[in-house]
């Protein structure tokens, strides 16, 4: 299906402005979008690049990158391709969560300590 009837049919294909012939949203912005992520995730540009579909010239036949390398760079930055899913967190970030919620206790409870010192 044409991506620009998708965002059609979804209510996201909207003009720049209303002078503008440019749209809002095209297909290059998910390009954009994908390769920015990719990035700030750390991931490296050159992997980035092959991963668009890039073609590197001369670099071709010298850069080689297999399957493997390519999964780990993309995993980098899987999060920011995930939408609307029950994606359940992982172990670390479920033992991330439970230590925030414990500082945020121990927090609130150096709050109520001082508050309930202060004179009446």
Same mark, same amino acid.
């Given at each position: &299906?044409?991506?620009?009837?998708?965002?059609?049919?979804?209510?996201? *294909?909207?003009?720049?402005?209303? %002078?503008? *012939?440019?749209?809002?949203? !095209?297909? !290059?912005?998910?390009? *954009?979008?994908?390769?920015?992520? &990719?990035?700030?995730?750390?991931?490296?540009?050159?992997?980035?690049?092959?991963? &668009?579909?890039?073609?590197?010239?001369?670099?071709?036949?010298?850069? !080689?990158? %297999?399957? %493997?390398?390519?999964? *780990?760079?993309? &995993?980098?930055?899987?999060?920011?391709?995930?939408?609307?899913? %029950?994606?359940?967190?992982?172990?670390? +970030?479920?033992?991330?969560?439970?230590?925030?919620?414990?500082?945020?206790?121990?927090?609130?409870?150096?709050? +109520?300590?001082?508050?309930?010192?202060?004179?009446?």
């Amino acid at each position: &299906m044409n991506v620009y009837r998708v965002l059609k049919k979804l209510g996201l *294909k909207g003009r720049l402005d209303p %002078d503008s *012939k440019r749209n809002e949203l !095209h297909p !290059h912005s998910f390009r *954009k979008y994908f390769f920015s992520k &990719m990035i700030g995730a750390g991931v490296d540009r050159g992997v980035a690049e092959r991963l &668009m579909g890039h073609n590197f010239g001369f670099d071709n036949a010298y850069l !080689h990158m %297999d399957e %493997d390398r390519l999964r *780990k760079e993309y &995993m980098k930055a899987i999060d920011d391709f995930t939408f609307l899913t %029950d994606r359940k967190p992982t172990r670390e +970030q479920e033992e991330r969560i439970l230590s925030l919620e414990k500082q945020l206790a121990d927090i609130r409870q150096m709050i +109520q300590a001082g508050i309930n010192s202060l004179p009446r």
